[in-house]
């Protein structure tokens, strides 16, 4: 411990809300860079994942959460179960809500769930420079008026508008005690683990309709020199059908999303990345234990 440690603070906060509501957004603009995968399709994020963000004294772990909803499947149930651990757990629950949709059944529900987390909560309106003025007021009065909040905010992480205050605001609520992680860690996800989300990425933004549901991804090896990483890493479906789409016509769909993760991998890593894609057909993959422990998640 350094000498420091006793002026130290730290915290866990959790990050909740329906699926699309710009969650992965907001940990990646705290933290500074892509920790989390995001996609303008729902359900993006999968597993419980830790952005970790330093100022002066104080450490703030920004857990972020799936998107609630009602699971039906193993991996839905996993899902949801990733999200309400982040919850139950945390200094401070932050609920994001899209200013740009009004309230939804899918909002109704996860304020009954909320109330049931003892933790402090806030209100975060997200995306608000496309959000219409009135209908902004109007969910910010409806939703206060249940008082379960004790803050407010409007923020638009795409502007960059309303960040400092809200990161000034959590700041500000940590609890004193040492650091979780090391000064220099930004997450806690393993690099294999965080690449195998990267290419995931690029099958939501690449793919459409059913596909990327369908898909999982999971780094195989990985092979570190100073200067360059080789990845090999295979992306999983249930049917021959979307394996073909995977691959696009002559291998030019595998090939571009290959291309867009090494691109944002080598960002992310400092060095060269050498990625290699293989696509297999595993009908079952949502509903196997081991397989969801290698993707991140734990069976419910
Ligand atoms: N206009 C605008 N769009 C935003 C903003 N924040 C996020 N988005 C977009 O909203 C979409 C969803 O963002 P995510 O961060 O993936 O949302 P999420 O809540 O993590 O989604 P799930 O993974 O489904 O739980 C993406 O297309 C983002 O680019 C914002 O401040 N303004």
Redesign the pocket.
């Known amino acids: 411990m350094n000498e420091r440690a006793s002026e130290q603070k730290c915290g866990f906060v959790a990050i909740v ?10 940990v990646n603009a705290l933290v500074g860079q892509k920790v ?10 999968r597993a419980r994942l830790m952005g970790i963000v330093v100022e002066d004294e104080t450490q703030l772990v920004l857990v ?1 959460t ?2 609630m909803f009602t699971p039906k499947k193993t991996l839905e149930r996993a899902m949801v179960n990733a999200a309400r651990e982040g919850a139950a757990g945390a200094d401070l629950v932050l609920l ?1 809500v899209d200013s740009s949709r009004g309230l939804t059944d899918e909002l109704e529900d996860m304020l009954r769930w909320l109330e049931e987390i003892g933790a402090p909560k806030m209100l975060v309106l ?5 959000a219409k003025k009135d209908t902004l007021l109007l969910l910010t009065q409806r939703l206060n008026r249940r008082g379960q909040f004790i803050e407010t905010f409007m ?5 960059d508008d309303g960040l400092d205050d809200l990161k000034e605001t959590l700041v500000a609520a940590m609890p004193r005690g040492p650091w979780h992680y090391p000064e220099d860690q930004v997450a806690d996800i393993s690099s294999r683990l965080l690449a195998a989300e990267v290419t995931r990425e690029k099958l939501f933004l690449q793919l459409r309709q059913e596909v990327p549901y369908a898909s999982a991804v999971e780094t195989e090896t990985w092979t570190e020199t100073d200067s360059e990483i080789s990845i090999h890493q295979t992306i999983y479906v249930e049917r021959e059908g979307q394996k073909a789409i995977v691959l696009g016509k002559g291998g030019s769909r595998i090939k571009e999303i290959g291309t867009a993760s090494r691109t944002d991998l080598e960002d992310m890593l400092g060095k060269r990345v050498h990625l290699f894609l293989n696509v297999k057909v595993k009908a079952d993959w949502s509903e196997r234990a081991d397989m969801l422990e290698a993707f991140g998640l734990e069976r419910s």
């Open positions: 809300g329906p699926p699309n509501a710009g969650k992965s957004t907001l989390a995968i995001v996609s303008p399709k729902v359900q993006t994020t972020d799936p998107g994001l997200t995306k608000v420079d496309i923020i638009s992480a795409k502007n």
